[in-house]
């Protein structure tokens, strides 16, 4: 586990255990049944703080996790707990933030793939129907090589495009695929769902999240070898 407490990480061993292990009664289950609905609902109340709705318009990951801890700190659960809740919403945010960028570009790279024969209305994943079949190839092979510049380069360009209105020395086909790659992307674009039926949630097994008034750590951790398997 990532907790402990100065020198105890040298004489103790937290780890995690199997609910599985042991005998967990109904009343125990309920309160990790608890623990668990006060977690989601403060991940869920984290993620609505700093959801990004268009990362074009920046997702600085400093200035995300500050407004976290400002949430962290408001909130009631015990604080180990708020913090892993602060830990996973801000994994999901980053992780969520950075696939939004690197779809654009992706989609950007293979702007010429054409769909298969099947498909009798789309002739490409992502040219615009209505300029399908005006678009040309010199210009398809020009937005891929845009495609190999540095990422922060292609960012620069998509937010010019769309969201400045403007063309960038691209023609009109060209900037219409741009907009039609970032409308794709943003369409699968959601706030992260932690309610969700199957939704995991990490309750670390440290003392520090056991409330008792000994101050004796030996007598708060909890041992492997006292759990029989």
Do not use: W
Request: hydrophobic share 35%; charged share 25%; net charge positive.
């Amino acid at each position: 586990m990532a907790y402990g407490n100065g020198n105890s990480r040298d004489t103790h061993e937290s780890r995690a255990i199997p609910l599985a292990v042991g005998n967990i009664t109904s009343f125990k289950r309920g309160e990790l049944a608890t623990l668990r609905s006060a977690c989601i609902q403060l991940r869920t109340d984290m993620v609505k703080a700093v959801f990004v709705a268009e990362p074009l318009r920046g997702c600085d990951r400093v200035k995300i996790d500050k407004n976290l801890q400002k949430v962290q700190s408001q909130s009631e659960l015990n604080s180990i707990y708020a913090q892993c809740c602060r830990i996973s919403v801000l994994s999901a945010i980053n992780e969520q933030n950075s696939r939004y960028l690197k779809n654009l570009v992706g989609r950007l790279k293979n702007v010429s793939d054409r769909v298969p024969q099947a498909d009798s209305e789309r002739k490409y994943f992502y040219v615009p129907v209505p300029i399908q079949d005006a678009i040309t190839q010199d210009e398809l092979a020009g937005l891929e090589k845009l495609g190999t510049q540095k990422f922060s380069k292609i960012i620069a360009l998509f937010a010019s495009v769309v969201l400045n209105k403007r063309n960038c020395k691209l023609t009109s086909n060209q900037a219409d695929t741009i907009r039609e790659i970032h409308r794709q992307v943003q369409a699968k674009h959601e706030i992260p769902d932690f309610n969700k039926p199957d939704s995991i949630v990490s309750l670390p097994l440290h003392y520090q999240c056991l409330p008792t008034a000994d101050r004796n750590i030996s007598k708060r951790t909890l041992r492997t070898r006292e759990i029989s398997p």
